[in-house]
T-cell receptor
């Protein structure tokens, strides 16, 4: 069965800190790994990673995928209170029988 | 461009009843995927519709069904509701089918919060 495990489950930091969120996976016929930010209701798309070792960056956020070790990390530098959210990792797999499996998320709280 | 809309936003039902949730995708998007989100299980994929056809299905019982109309709007139906069906139901739209070879970003709607008593 496909599995996505995120760690830590929750994290409390102060503004300005740097955080690293982890996502490890076991999935059949890996296609891509996606990161989402969920603040109140709708998850919003952050990154999609398909190739190993290539960093994706968007402002203070960056992510990298290691397909050999089956994990990805999401880095947030100089955190702000607006970064407080649940960060979800999802993995696409299954080949022609497409499947999308989500992790349970990491709850990040950034205190002023 | 208007985002993905879902109706109703909140719903309270009792066990044994059935419920229909609606999702209108972003204009021009032809794929709609449905997800169930609960504190215990996280976000779980229900199914995806593209061009009025179910393309992919997650591991949910047959009580969960859906359909898509010619204007790409989609409905999800849950029959014989159980307490465990209480969840946030999210739909997401994208231009092309997630099951296809093209990689396409999904855009999520605000969700329907269903409470089963």
């Amino acid at each position: 069965e496909d599995k996505v495990v995120q760690s830590p489950l929750s994290l409390v930091v102060h503004e300005g800190d740097t955080v690293t969120l982890n996502c490890s996976y076991e999935v059949t016929n890996f296609r891509s790994l996606l990161w989402y930010k969920q603040e109140k209701k709708a998850p919003t798309f952050l990154f999609m990673l398909t190739s190993s070792g290539i960093e994706k960056k968007s402002g203070r956020l960056s992510s990298i995928l290691d397909k050999k070790e089956l994990f990805s990390i999401l880095n947030i530098t100089a955190t702000q209170t607006g970064d407080s959210a649940v960060y979800l990792c999802a993995v696409e797999g299954g080949g022609s029988n497409y499947k999308l499996t989500f992790g349970k998320g990491t709850l990040l709280t950034v205190n002023p | 461009k208007a985002g993905v809309t879902q109706t109703p936003r909140y719903l309270i039902k009792t066990r044994g009843q059935q419920v229909t949730l609606s999702c209108s995708p972003i204009s021009g998007h032809r794929s709609v995927s449905w997800y169930q989100q609960t504190p215990g299980q996280g976000l779980q994929f229900l199914f995806e519709y593209f061009s009025e056809t179910q393309r992919n299905k997650g591991n949910f019982p047959g009580r969960f069904s859906g359909r898509q109309f010619s204007n790409s709007r989609s409905e999800m139906n849950v029959s014989t509701l159980e307490l465990g069906d209480s969840a946030l139901y999210l739909c997401a739209s994208s231009l092309v089918s997630r099951g296809g070879k093209s990689v396409e970003t999904q855009y999520f709607g605000p969700g329907t919060r269903l409470l089963v008593l």
